[in-house]
């Protein structure tokens, strides 16, 4: 069972590949999707990774929530 992770405060340079590696040293990661504007593609500050099972999805919340990532502390939650 997959579960989908929230994660924002991120910097607006992070990339797709950058959250795939941070979060892949808790588990196996499904799929990263990071919002953008639909006008100037930039990036929104969040995004969604969605991890392939719980227990490395609940070892990714609490070892990347609150940690720096591009000099933001990010938060890291489950996804609602």
Avoid: C, H
């Avoid at 999805?57 to 489950?78: F, P, W, Y």
């Amino acid at each position: 069972m997959t579960m989908n992770i929230y994660v924002g405060n991120l910097p607006y340079s992070i990339t797709e590949d950058e959250l795939r590696s941070a979060f892949a040293a808790f588990g196996e990661v499904s799929s990263v999707n990071v919002i953008t504007d639909k006008f100037s593609g930039q990036a929104k500050g969040f995004a969604f990774v969605e991890m392939s099972d719980n227990a490395s999805a609940d070892a990714a919340i609490k070892g990347l929530n609150e940690t720096s990532m591009g000099g933001r502390n990010i938060k890291v939650n489950q996804a609602k």
